[in-house]
């Protein structure tokens, strides 16, 4: 039964609720010697805890996309098939314009979100260069299937989770298909196709995204072996133009080091409360050695970079959770690289995902202006309206504009 599947939620509730009414109903109608009624009534007790405390597990688990399977909860499960040297690039020398088309089979996900918006598609992908074997999931956007764009190239962002997190959370907890779809449709933001692909690669820590030979090719197939998968089965722009990365948390710090080491592979990052230096979490395989450390700090590599690399980055954090590392990252930044710091206040909320909830928009409408999209609307002319968020005054600004950034910092500090 799947950890976070409906019918494992539905039978936690009834044991929940059987583990209640059985005290109420037998706690004085047991019999026998004193002994054995004190341990009846101590294990219908410790019963109702226990069930009380995994229906409250599973509601979490649910509402913020953490463990996905039995295998990731249990730190049990491995997706590494092998984890070859791949060199500085992550290709191990390998021409990947020669390598053989990718077909995949596609199936409806199943889970929270996984129904809405024209509903997201699962695949199970064996990684050709990275030696990874995980899923990847796909949403694409309205326009995808209608007859006026049947030979349009779309744009698109992989999406990353923090750690622990599941490959659903964008769909499942942030809803970033359900917000994006209608706005879509009014040619208000560009159709992207939104891929999000497994992170959780080994038991019991965070890749870091990093490519550690003999561990894990993480870098590889977050950035070759996805996008690849992607170009040939969907009708995807190619890279760098129209190619983007976006994640929260961990996530975030993947995402901005990922499109900072490979400008060739992505135009454009975004990061939610992300970081720089990955000794930020603990369990982060970049973080277990200095030379790992430095190779996976996009702040770094931004200092060392002989040449600036033409890439666009939106960071937005709260003071002692992002922020910080955003405004070094802008620090360090020299033409062509960008970077777009959002303030966000700590009175919009902490670490979690009703923080980020109300900043995909945002994020997806500065996007499509960094990729240079055109949003599109359903006549297929091409017109976009209201591509380049104003400014607005903030100074009534309700919890979802502090939260997504449109509220500016000084007005933030006169509601506080």
């Not at 992550?90 to 129904?115: N, S, W, Y």
């Not at 190619?243 to 961990?250: E, H, N, R, T």
Request: hydrophobic share 40%.
């Amino acid at each position: 039964m799947s950890l976070t599947g409906t019918p494992f939620l539905y039978t936690l509730i009834a044991l929940s609720v059987v583990a209640v009414a059985l005290p109420l109903l037998m706690w004085s109608r047991l019999r026998g010697p004193r002994v054995l009624r004190a341990a009846a009534r101590m294990m219908m007790l410790l019963s109702a805890q226990g069930t009380a405390v995994a229906l409250v597990f599973v509601l979490v688990n649910n509402a913020n996309g953490l463990y996905d399977t039995w295998d990731d909860l249990l730190g049990t499960g491995t997706h590494v098939q092998q984890a070859a040297d791949l060199g500085a690039d992550g290709t191990g020398g390998i021409a990947l314009d020669r390598l053989p088309k990718v077909r995949q089979t596609f199936t409806q996900a199943e889970g929270p979100g996984m129904h809405a918006a024209g509903g997201v598609r699962v695949t199970q992908l064996e990684g050709r260069v990275s030696g990874v074997n995980a899923e990847v999931y796909v949403w694409l956007p309205p326009q995808y299937d209608e007859p006026a764009y049947a030979h349009r190239a779309f744009p698109v962002v992989e999406l990353l989770p923090g750690y622990p997190g599941s490959a659903k959370s964008w769909y499942g907890t942030l809803h970033v298909h359900e917000q994006l779809a209608p706005l879509m449709r009014a040619g208000k933001i560009a159709p992207f196709i939104l891929v999000a692909p497994r992170t959780t690669l080994l038991p019991g820590v965070d890749t870091g995204c990093a490519n550690v030979p003999g561990t894990v090719n993480a870098d590889s197939w977050l950035s070759i072996d996805v996008p690849k998968m992607v170009r040939d089965n969907f009708r995807a722009q190619p890279a760098p133009k129209g190619w983007a990365v976006a994640g929260y948390s961990a996530g975030g710090h993947c995402a901005a080091k990922l499109a900072v080491a490979h400008p060739d592979r992505y135009r454009a990052a975004v990061s939610l409360s992300g970081y720089s230096d990955p000794i930020v979490e603990p369990n982060s395989l970049a973080a277990q050695s200095p030379g790992l450390r430095r190779a996976n700090n996009p702040c770094l590599l931004l200092r060392k970079a002989t040449v600036p690399p033409p890439v666009a980055l939106y960071l937005s954090g709260q003071p002692k959770d992002g922020y910080e590392a955003a405004l070094a990252l802008r620090k360090e930044a020299k033409a062509p690289t960008a970077v777009h710091v959002v303030y966000i206040p700590t009175s919009a909320g902490g670490h979690t995902m009703t923080l980020w909830r109300p900043q995909v928009v945002p994020a997806f409408r500065w996007l499509t202006t960094q990729l240079g999209q055109r949003p599109v609307t359903g006549d297929g002319t091409g017109k976009a309206k209201g591509t380049t968020p104003r400014a607005p005054s903030s100074v009534d600004s309700k919890h979802a504009a502090l939260a997504s950034g449109t509220a500016s910092r000084a007005a933030a500090a006169r509601r506080r």
